[in-house]
């Protein structure tokens, strides 16, 4: 708490800003950025006690400004467990941003496909998940500052939010897809048999983060909800060589999809 109230405090000493909405950008997936008016920005490495993103795509600041009429602090680049952090380290940010006042936080993030009817290029609304990470934020002495020792996790995926996406994305023509994503560790991609296993877990998709963000924020009683960005399809009878360049690319082009969403999400908010 020291360090999470040492990072807030230097925070607003250089912005004079509340933000209500929170959103994490996931790789490839920054350019949101483009459409915050009155954009500043704070490099992660000047926030004391704040981890630093090593992945090659994630950028690494704070953005504050408007969105949508809605005041924002965006995430550009986030933490994995798989960069070699604790998971109090991944969801340090979170942490940070609901204690500078945000009260709804809104996290995307690229996953590849398992379900076949799902397509590279796609939208899906995270309804519910399955955690294969092998710890998670939660575990050590509670911090009741935070939040209660027993989170329940029934709705971790905000039904209220989720209705709002869902609507965002009926008014844009969007075919949001709608599923169970699965986190894995990283930071290698799943075997065939492991794609099979999967789906047989319930998955429709499968990444490497998101979920101790999640985690973390029905802990603290902040709103979440998720959208992932299928990049890849994960057909373990047809699997082809990864080219994270491809994936990039395909994340760039789905991304003006997600921007349009959030958005108009943004926008139909109360």
């Known amino acids: 708490m020291k360090q999470l109230t040492e990072a807030v405090k230097y925070i607003e000493s250089i912005v004079n800003f509340k933000p209500v909405i929170g959103i994490v950008l996931g790789t490839g997936l920054g350019n949101l950025i483009n459409e915050i008016d009155g954009a500043y920005e704070i490099a992660y490495e000047d926030i004391p ?12 600041k704070l953005i504050f400004g ?8 965006a995430m550009q680049g986030r933490m994995h467990f798989y ?12 942490r940070v941003l609901k204690l500078l006042g945000i009260e709804k936080l809104f996290l995307s993030n690229a996953a590849g496909a398992i379900n076949l009817d799902f397509k590279k290029g796609d939208l899906m609304l995270i309804e ?5 990470f092998p710890s998670h934020p939660l575990i050590g002495t ?6 209660v020792r027993f989170p329940d996790m029934q709705y971790a995926y905000h039904p209220a939010l989720n209705s709002k996406v869902a609507e965002a994305g009926a008014e844009l023509g969007l075919n949001l897809r709608r599923g169970v994503y699965i986190t894995a560790q990283g930071p290698m991609l799943e ?3 492991e794609y099979r296993m999967l789906r047989k877990l319930g998955g429709d998709a499968v990444g490497m983060s998101t979920v101790p963000e999640v985690i973390a924020a029905n802990h603290m009683s902040l709103p979440c909800c998720a959208i992932s960005v299928l990049t890849d399809e994960c057909n373990p009878d047809d699997l082809k060589p990864i080219d994270i360049e491809e994936i990039i690319a395909v994340a760039g082009k789905a991304e003006q999809k997600l921007t349009k969403l959030f958005v108009k999400v943004m926008e139909n908010l109360e």
């Open 49 to 60: 006690h704040f981890p630093l993103s090593t992945v090659e795509f994630h950028s690494g």
């Open 66 to 73: 408007t969105l949508g009429g809605k005041k924002i602090v």
């Open 83 to 94: 960069e070699g952090y604790t998971m109090s380290d991944v969801v340090f940010p979170i």
């Open 128 to 132: 519910d998940h399955v955690n294969l």
């Open 142 to 147: 509670n911090d009741e500052r935070l939040g």
């Open 191 to 193: 075997t065939p048999a």
